[in-house]
Each structure stands twice: as structure tokens, then as C-alpha cells.
């Protein structure tokens, strides 16, 4: 069992309930992974698609095409989605602050910004209309902010819809704290609750007692080896810690 196995299994649990509801995962490998796990054991019901316009039948290796196809899901129709809150996406975040406003527009003042990064795309939509989560891949104080350089998906305190679950490299968190503020859920085995303390730059609703995030079971893992993801690109995504590494900077700053 790999840091990336306990990553994904904890971004297949944020589908847990969602019945019959269209799981994108957009922010990497582990979320699309996260999505097509969950269908394949506790959430039979999640829609699921390759990415583009199709709605997969089955589901696939991640990089594999579907061999079968359930349904075409054009543009129109997948916002029609969006908008009437039928759909949970697994976003990234360049930045995010305490009430789970994320940025993915610019790092600096927005009307001179040191660096340009992806606008707003359809962040304010999926968090106005819809479940939204995130993944995290490199949990530090750089990502997780006092305050986000701007605003492109909503928070808790900007009227969001339902933010679910902040998964990163070290544990994962919701919006469940104080007014809606983020809130530490569980600490994945071998990380401490100071540590995710540390690797974030805003006061962070710690519990007296925090669990350990749970681990994939034997069947979870033979889904992820031989089913899902036989090349291990999950494991480039969130290589494991080095001996002696602190929090979050595994692979590089994060």
C-alpha cells in the first residue's frame, strides 16, 4: 500500500451517497481514479465518462477508452447537468483559503499578477450549482492561504452550493468547522495532526481526537493494480516521502 492508494480511496470516498449523479474528476489522475473506484465498489450508480463526451458503460484503465458507451454527453447537455446540480466534481486548486474559496486564476494582485495561471473556467458555476471536492496533490502553506489572490470558485462564506471534501497528500478536510471554516477529518497513516497543522497557513479546526485516513482494502488494491490504473501513474502523481522529508514537499515545493 502506497501514500497514492490512501489518496485515491480518500477521493472515491467524497462519492459516498451520491447515488445516480455524474462524478468528474478533474484535478489529476487520482481524482478520475477516485470516481471509477467508487463506481466499481460502494457507488454502482455514479455516471462516469471518458473525459471528453461519452458516458462510459463500463469503466476503464485510466488512459484506456471505454469499450462500452452508455450515452453521448455533448456540451449542452453536460452544462445542463452543472446547472441543475446534477453533477459532483473533484477540482485542483492553486490556492484555497479557510472557507474553502479556491483560486486557479493568477498569484498576485489580479490587475498586475506575478503569474498568470488556467481564469476562472467554470469554477464559479460548479461551486454556485453543485457538490464540489478537491484535490490537493501538494499540501503546504503556498496553496492553503489566508486569503486566495482572487476568487474563482466560491466558499462557504460566497454562498457555495455544498463543498464536500479537501483530499491532499497528507489528510483530508471539509468545511465543517466554525462558520463553515475548513476542518481536519483525518490524518493519513504516517502524517500527525501537527504536521498538517504546520502545512497550513490559516488556523485550521483541529477535533481532539483525529482519526487515521482509512486504507484501501485487498480488493480496493487489486481494482487499482490490475483494473484501473496498471501502469501506476497514481504513484507519479503522489510519490512516497523521503525519510526525513518534511509534510508536503514531497516531489517538490508544493
Known amino acids: 500500500m502506497s501514500r497514492a492508494d490512501v489518496c485515491v480511496v480518500a477521493c472515491a470516498e467524497a462519492f459516498r451517497g451520491d447515488g445516480e449523479i455524474l462524478a468528474a474528476g478533474i484535478g489529476g489522475a487520482v ?8 463506481r466499481l465498489t ?7 465518462s471518458d473525459g471528453a463526451c461519452l458516458l462510459t458503460g463500463d469503466v476503464p484503465a485510466l ?9 453521448w454527453l455533448p456540451f449542452r447537455d453536460h452544462l445542463w447537468l452543472v446547472l441543475n446540480g446534477r453533477r459532483h466534481v473533484m477540482l485542483g486548486a492553486s490556492q484555497i483559503d479557510r472557507h474553502g474559496n479556491t483560486n486557479i486564476s493568477c498569484i498576485g494582485d489580479w490587475s498586475r499578477p506575478k503569474a498568470q495561471l488556467l481564469g476562472v473556467r467554470g469554477a464559479p458555476g460548479n461551486t454556485r450549482c453543485d457538490p464540489t471536492s478537491y484535490w490537493i496533490p501538494r499540501h503546504s502553506p503556498r496553496v ?15 454562498g457555495a452550493y455544498g463543498l464536500r471534501r479537501v483530499v491532499t497528500d497528507l489528510a483530508v478536510l471539509d468545511l465543517r468547522g466554525p462558520e463553515g471554516t475548513m476542518r ?8 500527525s495532526a501537527d504536521e498538517v497543522v504546520a502545512a497550513t497557513g490559516f488556523e485550521l479546526d483541529v477535533p481532539g481526537d483525529v482519526p487515521e485516513t482509512r486504507t484501501p482494502t485487498a480488493e480496493e488494491l487489486r481494482l487499482l493494480d490490475e483494473v484501473l490504473d496498471p ?3 497514481r504513484h507519479r502523481e503522489v510519490p512516497e516521502p523521503r525519510a526525513g522529508e ?3 514537499r514531497a516531489g517538490g515545493a508544493g
Request: glycine fraction near 16%; charged fraction near 20%.
Open 184 to 191: 481536519l477529518v483525518s490524518a493519513h497513516p504516517g502524517v
Open 42 to 48: 460502494f457507488e454502482p450508480d455514479l455516471l462516469t
Open 231 to 233: 501502469r501506476g501513474l
Open 144 to 158: 492553503f492561504v489566508p486569503q486566495v489572490d482572487m476568487v474563482s470558485g466560491v466558499g462557504t462564506d460566497r
Open 63 to 71: 488512459g484506456e477508452p471505454p469499450e462500452v458507451v452508455e450515452g
Open 246 to 248: 518534511a509534510p508536503g
Open 31 to 38: 481524482t478520475v481514479l477516485g470516481a471509477r473506484l467508487a
